[in-house]
């Protein structure tokens, strides 16, 4: 059992809240919401995308169900992002009475120099999906559903991860890619190789998910936004949103894979395809 922190990250929509629902399951491992850490500078009061700090702290305690004061005396003390992230999710842990805490906020897996910098040894899980189904899954979403839009935030995800790969930032030891179409059609099996990864004994709760609606609840309350992502939570597993990209014209596709190119991304676009075509086969077609 370790007290490393782990991090979690991935572009919007590829299932980085359900594999963080489920890793929270874990007798050992706290997490929660979306903290969006790098955006934050305690020092000159800005929480996220540069708010100011008060509301942001006020949101993330109803989050973590923390008494806003000692939050807010959290960011007093804290000098940098990195130093309120630390001690907040260590407070986050010891109020679920766990040794461990995990973070999901999408963009992490851009900012692997920074994690690796204050946390040398955090084991980094990417989740990865069929960026087909996730572009389908916007679309139903209403958001960025425009195939420059849609590629220029999956190029910027994508970038910044094989940056963080040469970079030494994501190497091997502690850095895993996870597929979305594994996680969803063998829960289980893929569950146990990310415990494992992170140095974990395997906990049979990390492997299902029954549902939640708690965290729907409080992020509408907070700020009156219906999310899309956190409603889907409140259903069991299911493997139904593999293969959205069928409902998709070719065209609206075709120019999604062009832009990419363009990019200079086509290759790792084409093979996380492949590796989603040869999964579903494996596994045989989604229920």
């Known amino acids: 059992m370790s007290n490393v922190p782990i991090f979690l990250g ?35 009061g800005k929480g996220r995308g ?5 509301p942001y702290l006020a949101r993330l305690a109803a989050y973590f169900e923390l008494p806003v004061a000692e939050v807010e005396a959290i960011a007093r003390a ?5 130093a309120f992230l630390d001690a907040f999710m260590t407070r986050v842990a010891r109020a679920a009475g766990k ?7 999408p963009g992490n897996i851009v900012h692997a120099r920074r994690i690796r910098a204050r946390w040398p040894k955090a084991p980094v899980v990417h989740i990865v999906r069929d960026p087909r189904d996730i572009y389908a899954s916007l679309l139903e979403a209403g958001k960025w559903t ?12 994508f ?25 969803v059609l063998a829960p289980e099996t893929t569950m146990r190789s990310v415990v494992a990864f992170v140095g974990e004994d395997w906990d049979p709760a990390a492997g299902r998910f029954a549902g939640r609606d708690d ?7 907070q700020t009156g936004k219906a999310s899309t992502t956190l409603a889907r939570l409140r259903t ?34 084409d093979r996380i395809v492949a590796d989603t075509d040869a999964t579903v086969r494996r596994a045989g077609p989604p229920s």
């Open 78 to 82: 804290s000098a940098d992002a990195e």
């Open 236 to 269: 069991p597993l299911s493997d139904d949103r593999v293969g959205l990209w069928r409902k998709v014209g070719a065209q609206q596709l075709d120019l999604v894979r062009a832009y990419v190119a363009a990019q200079g991304l086509g290759a790792r676009y």
């Open 215 to 221: 965290e729907f609840r409080v992020v509408l309350e």
């Open 10 to 44: 991935g572009m919007f929509k590829s299932g980085t809240s359900l594999l963080r629902a489920m890793l929270g399951q874990h007798r050992t491992i706290a997490s929660g919401l979306e903290t969006y850490w790098f955006e934050v500078d305690p020092r000159g």
């Open 99 to 105: 040794p461990r805490w995990s973070e999901k906020t």
């Open 146 to 157: 425009s195939a420059e839009d849609f590629g220029s935030r999956w190029c910027t995800m």
């Open 159 to 183: 970038a910044g991860c094989e940056d963080g790969i040469r970079s030494g930032a994501l190497a091997p030891a502690d850095y895993i890619e996870v597929r979305y179409e594994s996680l």
């Open 50 to 54: 540069g708010e100011p700090i008060g």
